[in-house]
C-alpha cells in the first residue's frame, strides 16, 4: 500500500540539514508500517527497535555516549550501523523516555547516522519539556489514507496520472465514476488495516468489524493514558462528535455533551483527543482578514474526527446508506461532506483549518485558508449550488476567490469555482504546490 508521505521521507534522507526524524500521527494509521517499508527499500541496513517492554534495549540509554549506545544497537541488533546506508528505527519510543532524549544527542554528535522514531502522540506530548528533544528533531505528520491514496490502492493507476493532469474541465466526463468511488471512500475511511481488508475481499462486515475495533482500542487508550478524573469528560466528548456534526451549525455547543456542560469542565477532554490525533480542531475566524490568526476566536470551534470512515462507525450509518444513492453526501445535514473536505485538507496541506460566522451568526463560511489571500471554502452536499453566504462575502470582498466543493462538474462562476467534491484533495494540492 503506497504512502504519499513516502516521498517526504525521501527528501528527509538526501537533506543536507537532516536532524533525527519523529513520524507523528494518530494509532492505526501506519506509522510502523510506512517506516519499515522506507528503512528496507531505501537502505542497505535496518535496525528496528521496540521499546515497548523491552528491557535489553533500555539499559543500553544509561547515559548518552552516543558512539557506544550506535556500537551496542549494532552489536544486539547483529546489523552495522553505516552512514547513510542504515536506517535506526525506535518504535513505541514513547515508552522509553531515555531512547527519546537520545534524539538530541544523534543529532549533537552522531549528525551522519540516520535515526526515525514512531510512537503515540499522548507520549510524545507526556515528554513534552521534560526531556524533549526540542530543536533537534524533524517531523512529519501521517495522517489516514486519502482519497487519492486509496484509489491508488484500488489499482487506479491511469485515473490518478489524469487527475495529477489538472485539467478539471476534462474530468468533468468521470465524474459520475469518481462519485462512486467516494461513496466506497465515505464508507471505508482511511485507516490501513481497514482499506487493505476492503481492497482484498470487499467484505464490508469486515470493514465495519475491524473500523469497531479501531474505535475500542481509542476508548481503551482514555483508561490507560489519561487520568481517572478525565476518562469520563473524554469518553462523553468523543462520544458527542457525530451528533454535534449533524447540527445544521457545527459549532461545538459544550450543553449538548452534558446539560449544564460549560468550557471549563470539557476543555481539558478535547485538548487529550487533539494531542492524541484522535480529533481536528478547526476555529472560528471572527474576521475575513490576512493573516487568519489574528482574528482567530477560540472559543468557538468545530471537532472533526481523525477519519471518516470511523465517523461512519460511530454513527452506526448502514452500508446502504453510505453505499447506494447520494445518501451519505446529504444526510446528517452534510456533516460527512464536510469531515471529508476537512480530513482532505489537514493531509494535503497540513496548515491551520478555519470557519467564519458573523457576529450575530446569521452568516456562516465553512471553512477558510490561506495562501496569498485568504480563500473562503464552502461544501456542498449535492448539486444545489446557491451559496449565499460564500456570495455574500465575495460580493462584499472583490479580491477573494471563492472555492465551492460539491456533487457538480467543475465550473469557474465569477469570483468562485466549483470544484468536483472528490477533486478536493488535489485541488488543495495544487492551490498549495504540494
Known amino acids: 500500500m503506497k504512502r504519499f508521505l513516502y516521498e517526504k521521507l525521501v527528501e528527509w534522507k538526501h537533506s543536507k540539514w537532516r536532524k533525527p526524524l519523529i513520524l507523528e500521527g494518530a ?60 536506517l535506526i528505527v525506535f518504535d513505541e519510543i514513547q515508552e522509553m523516555p531515555k531512547a527519546l532524549t537520545s534524539l538530541k544527542y544523534f543529532c549533537e554528535d552522531a549528525p551522519q547516522i540516520h535515526v526515525a522514531v514512531a510512537g503515540s502522540l499522548l507520549g510524545l506530548f507526556d515528554h513534552h519539556g521534560s526531556g524533549f528533544p526540542v530543536g533537534k528533531v524533524d517531523t512529519l505528520s501521517l495522517y489516514p489514507l486519502s482519497f487519492m491514496e486509496f484509489l491508488d490502492a484500488l489499482g487506479k493507476d491511469i485515473l490518478i496520472k489524469q487527475i495529477r493532469e489538472h485539467k478539471w474541465e476534462e474530468l468533468n466526463a468521470l465524474n459520475p465514476m469518481l462519485t462512486e468511488l467516494l461513496r466506497q471512500y465515505f464508507f471505508t475511511g482511511g485507516m490501513p488495516e481497514v482499506v487493505e481488508s476492503y481492497v482484498t475481499n470487499h467484505d464490508l462486515k469486515r470493514v465495519r468489524a475491524i473500523q469497531e475495533n479501531i474505535l475500542e482500542g481509542y476508548r481503551q487508550d482514555f483508561s490507560k493514558h489519561a487520568s481517572k478524573t478525565d476518562i469520563e469528560k473524554i469518553s462523553l466528548v468523543f462520544r458527542s462528535i457525530p451528533s454535534q456534526l449533524a447540527k445544521e451549525n457545527k459549532k461545538y455547543i459544550y450543553s449538548a455533551v452534558k446539560n449544564g456542560g460549560r468550557a471549563k469542565e470539557f476543555e481539558g477532554a478535547i485538548h487529550w483527543l487533539i494531542n492524541a490525533g484522535i480529533v481536528h480542531k478547526v476555529n472560528r475566524a471572527k474576521s475575513i482578514g490576512m493573516p487568519l490568526s489574528f482574528y482567530e476566536d477560540f472559543n468557538c470551534f468545530k471537532l472533526f474526527l481523525n477519519d471518516l470512515g470511523l465517523l461512519g462507525a460511530m454513527s452506526d450509518a448502514s452500508p446502504a446508506e453510505i453505499l447506494i444513492g447520494n445518501g451519505a453526501f446529504s444526510s446528517y445535514q452534510g456533516s460527512f461532506t464536510e469531515q471529508f473536505v476537512a480530513q482532505q485538507f489537514f493531509s494535503a496541506v497540513g496548515k491551520n483549518l478555519y470557519y467564519y460566522t458573523n457576529d450575530n451568526s446569521t452568516m456562516e463560511i465553512d471553512f477558510l485558508t490561506q495562501n496569498e489571500s485568504v480563500m473562503p471554502i464552502e461544501v456542498k452536499a449535492g448539486i444545489n449550488l446557491k451559496s449565499k453566504s460564500l456570495s455574500t462575502v465575495l460580493k462584499n470582498n472583490s479580491e477573494l476567490f471563492g472555492i465551492r466543493f460539491s456533487m457538480a462538474d467543475y465550473k469557474i462562476q465569477g469570483q468562485m469555482v466549483n470544484v468536483p467534491l472528490a477533486l478536493s484533495e488535489e485541488y488543495f494540492r495544487e492551490i498549495f504546490k504540494r
Open 27 to 86: 494509532r492505526q494509521v501506519g506509522k510502523t508500517w510506512l517506516l519499515k517499508q522506507f528503512g528496507q527499500s531505501e537502505y542497505k541496513h535496518l535496525v528496528y527497535i521496540n521499546c515497548d517492554n523491552n528491557p535489553q534495549f533500555e539499559m543500553i540509554f544509561a547515559d548518552y555516549d552516543i558512539n557506544r549506545i550506535i556500537r551496542n544497537l549494532s552489536a544486539l541488533s547483529n546489523k552495522p550501523i553505516l552512514p547513510g546506508k542504515t
